[in-house]
């Protein structure tokens, strides 16, 4: 796949997501690269055998203070070949894609693992 056409991907996954997150979103850059880079695999605390579709790097909205001015945006960053080696053909990409998005927009909300994972098997909302 393209950088073209996964960019499209990322986009058409945004548009799918609820936009009451999507519009909530302040400060934050959406990118995406072909792996993690040193930074990245060191703070996600990577394994050889291990792999990272996403990764949100940034100030949780519930953490932020008074003084959350004049900082650089907070970055959620898909990682484009990681996501192709766990997936099958375009269309389980695509839903790979929007489930790693929405859990990277949950860590921007504050959400932990814990409370991401509960979402996704239904047990509850943001």
């Keep these: 796949m ?11 996954a945004m548009d799918e997501l609820p936009q009451k997150y999507i519009k909530g979103l302040n400060n934050v850059a959406i990118v995406y690269a072909d792996e993690p880079d040193e930074n990245q695999s060191k703070k ?7 792999i990272l579709l996403g990764l949100y790097e940034g100030i949780p909205l519930t953490q932020r203070g008074a003084g959350y001015n004049f900082v650089l945006p ?10 192709l080696r766990v997936t099958n053909g375009p269309e389980q990409l ?6 790693t998005l ?4 949950a860590h921007y909300y504050g959400l932990n693992h814990d409370r991401i994972d509960a979402l996704q098997a239904g047990h509850g909302s943001f």
Excluded at 44 to 50: V, Y
Excluded at 74 to 83: C, E, M, P
Excluded at 102 to 105: A, G, M, N, R, Y
Aim: glycine share 0%; net charge negative.
């Design 94 to 99: 695509f839903e790979q894609v929007k489930r």
């Design 74 to 83: 907070d970055k959620i960053t898909l990682f484009k070949n990681s996501l």
């Design 102 to 105: 929405w859990h990277e927009i």
């Design 2 to 12: 393209n950088d073209q056409d996964f960019d499209q991907m990322i986009t058409r």
């Design 44 to 50: 996600a605390h990577l394994t050889e055998h291990s």
